[in-house]
Nanobody
């Protein structure tokens, strides 16, 4: 069982930056692939970024490539999402997710989810 708690969301102007954190419970964090997803009002949840258990592989959705960076610190049981050059269309609730096994981009394949953190980007 893994419990995930996101933090770091907030209100920022377009062009600004935020760093989201997702703290995980349990001793086996280093065995889990991690992902970040987001859901804007009235829209489907979408994949943002993912990182392998070792941190050696990362994937990004096209709309955030070059602006967002996913990373992890297995010693701290934490995964991060550094978000730069934020745009109003990045406004959403951001969720982290965990799953044993290989890196994946489909939300339905993740077993554990956090409660989400709101990111609002003003124009």
């Amino acid at each position: 069982q893994v419990q995930l708690v996101e933090s770091g969301g907030g209100l920022v102007q377009a062009g600004g930056s935020l760093r989201l954190s997702c703290a995980a419970s349990g001793r086996t964090f280093r065995s889990y692939a991690m992902g970040w997803f987001r859901q804007a009002p009235g829209k489907e949840r979408e994949f943002v970024a993912a990182i392998s258990a070792s941190g050696g592989s990362t994937y990004y959705t096209d709309s955030v490539k070059g602006r967002f960076t996913i990373s992890r610190d297995n010693a701290k049981n934490t995964v991060y999402l550094q978000m730069n050059s934020l745009k109003p269309e990045d406004t959403a609730v951001y969720y982290c997710a965990a799953d044993l096994g290989t890196i994946k981009t489909m939300g339905s394949l993740y077993d554990y989810w956090g409660q989400g953190t709101q990111v609002t980007v003003s124009s």
